[in-house]
């Protein structure tokens, strides 16, 4: 486990209240890591919110927590104790959640693009990787959650949306690895 697998694993397990923030048109790999790594935290016992500038396409609608998924102006009176952006790949992509992001107490961010600058407190970065997905699937299992059925739709959906279902040139190991393991949870 690299270092900033190990700070955002001991900020999640020490944050109570948890923004996970989602960008702007939100795309699969967005929508799927964030509402996995949601449903990890809840099984937690964590009180999570997933927020989006945006609302969720209608095409991941059947997502766990979908429907779950606010405005930003819906929690923005709240302090969170951590705010996880997720496959953000600039701070610009958070549009109008960006004034959550700044709130939260502690901020951390998990993605894959080249670009990021590493703009949170904590940076769980890894490039090339063919999603953010394969990062959420690493964050859940060092909490120690198991991948059920609703986890493995959303991280079925980031990984296929961002590698073209299987088929675009950045489809590697770690993708057809989390599509297998996806595959056997259901």
Known sequence: MNQ?????????DSANRIAILLHISPDG????????????FVLRGKHAVAV?????PRIYAHLWG???VVTPEAVL??????????DVGDRGRLGRAAAVFDRALHTAQVDHHGTNPGYAHI????????ATGVLAE??????GVPIDLEIARCLYIA???????????????AALRLGARCLDAG
């Open 159 to 173: 990984v296929v949306t961002d590698t073209g279902n299987f088929k675009q040139q950045n489809t590697d190991a």
């Open 138 to 143: 690493r964050v859940i299992d060092a909490l």
């Open 123 to 130: 940076n769980h970065l890894q490039t090339p990787l063919s």
């Open 52 to 56: 989006c500038d945006d609302p969720v």
């Open 77 to 86: 009176g709240e302090t969170f104790d951590l705010a996880l952006a997720v």
């Open 4 to 12: 900033a697998l190990r700070d955002l694993v001991n900020a999640l």
């Open 29 to 40: 790999d967005t929508c799927g890591s964030a509402l996995a790594l949601r449903r990890a």
């Open 66 to 68: 979908a429907d779950a």
